[in-house]
């Protein structure tokens, strides 16, 4: 069966979440623009060139996830995506892995960003509440999305903690 659109994008964002270097969370992103194509990928890890938190942990590596960012030296995967896109201003959808944290949500609502897909909430449920609440208050044509489960990546590139398997 030929995944939606946003399954297809979605998929990509876990694939690029096996990128990331950072060792409480691993998150991937995707900016498309209006006509499905993709215009920018990110991940979560440290500045270039700074060594990975894989090999070097920071600070925060010993706290829970989603906590004492400040500590972590870690971009996230949203604010790597934003910085590799060429114009913000056609950005029509992001994809991650999960909600964006206060900080992204800011970055992408000064963009022409209208539709935030996702596939696990913040740590803090709370979290994701407000960020639903700013991006959708910020104007009415945006919507942030949680998409369910998926059943269209092959095993070898995600874990079964997004996936559930049928006839693969």
């Known amino acids: ?34 006509r499905g194509h993709v215009l920018s990928t990110g991940y979560n890890g440290p500045p270039s060139g700074r060594p990975h938190c894989t090999d070097f942990s920071c600070q925060a590596a010993r706290e829970k996830t989603g906590e004492k960012l400040d500590l972590c030296k870690a971009i996230h995967a949203e604010q790597n995506a934003l910085l590799q896109c060429r114009d913000v201003y ?57 998409m369910p489960m998926m059943r269209i990546i092959p095993q070898r590139f995600v874990e079964n903690e997004y996936c559930e398997w049928e006839n693969m």
Request: hydrophobic share 35%; charged share 25%; proline share 3%.
């Open 1 to 34: 069966m030929r995944p939606s659109k946003q399954e297809f994008f979605m998929a990509m964002a876990l694939l690029c979440a096996k990128r990331a270097t950072c060792i409480r969370r691993s998150v991937g992103s995707i900016l498309t623009n209006a």
């Open 90 to 146: 056609s950005i029509e959808s992001c994809f991650t892995t999960v909600a964006p944290c206060s900080h992204c949500l800011k970055l992408l609502m000064n963009t022409s960003c209208k539709n935030i897909y996702y596939l696990e909430d913040y740590p803090d449920e709370k979290s994701t509440e407000e960020t639903r609440i700013k991006w959708e208050i910020s104007d009415k044509n945006r919507v942030l999305f949680k």
